[in-house]
């Protein structure tokens, strides 16, 4: 069974760019979740979709961050513009129902000079 | 909202040394609880998971049982070895399906 899939593994922008992630979850699993995590830190939830729909996106920094599902399989997370804050490595997960394992990507890797 | 709390690090432990990392919890109704495990260099992988009350998870000599009266998830593994060096999280997933996880512990075992 094929993981998360997530592209590009790394990226170098500068401040004010933007930038775009992409994230494949495991087939059949109906939530996807965006987390960030700098380093040092633990994974911090921008978004989670059940299916097409967003269910929480509460901590989503909505003035720069955009996310979507648009046919409830793959997702794309956006930065527009970035901040030097914004270096960390963004997480795509995917799990098939509430109490089940939740599945991780290899993660995106950004860093903003 | 749903969070965690986790104890803070770094550990330091010698090999074979006992090893308690405490993990609490908020949360409303009945969340299920993790712990992760992230190795240098590697992505999360999930350690072990307990989905009620009073159930242990265990996996590699690591284990935890689901504290719903102490709202506690400590993990804990008799003899720690060298290759258990990583960091650890502590997270739970509550009734919409919403994964937290804590600030992370990172552990060292020396030989």
Not at chain 1, 30 to 59: E, H, R
Not at chain 2, 30 to 53: C, I, M, N, R
Request: net charge neutral; hydrophobic share 35%.
């Amino acid at each position: 069974e094929a993981g998360v899939a997530q592209s590009p593994r790394y990226k170098i922008i500068e401040k004010r760019q933007s930038v775009a992630f992409w994230c494949n979850p495991i087939s059949g699993h109906a939530t996807l979740y965006w987390y960030q995590q700098i380093l040092g830190q633990g994974p911090k939830l921008l978004i989670q979709f059940q299916n097409n729909g967003v269910v929480d996106d509460s901590q989503l920094p909505k003035d720069r961050f955009s996310a979507e599902r648009l046919k409830g399989v793959d997702s794309t997370l956006k930065i527009q513009p970035a901040k030097l804050e914004d270096s960390a490595v963004y997480l795509c997960a995917s799990t098939s129902q509430r109490g089940n394992t939740i599945y991780f990507g290899e993660g995106s890797w950004l860093t903003v000079v | 909202g749903n969070s965690v709390t986790q104890m803070e690090g770094p550990v330091t432990l010698s090999e074979e040394a006992f090893l308690t990392i405490n993990c609490t919890y908020t949360a409303t109704g009945y969340p299920s609880l993790f712990w992760y495990v992230q190795y240098p260099g590697e992505g999360l992988q999930l350690l072990l998971k307990a989905t009620k009350a009073d159930d242990k998870g265990s996996n590699k000599g690591f284990e935890a049982t689901y504290r719903k009266e102490t709202t506690s998830f400590h993990l804990e593994k008799g003899s720690v070895q060298v290759s258990d060096s990583a960091v650890y999280f502590c997270a739970l997933s509550g009734n919409n399906n919403d994964m937290r996880f804590g600030a992370g512990t990172r552990l060292t075992v020396k030989p």
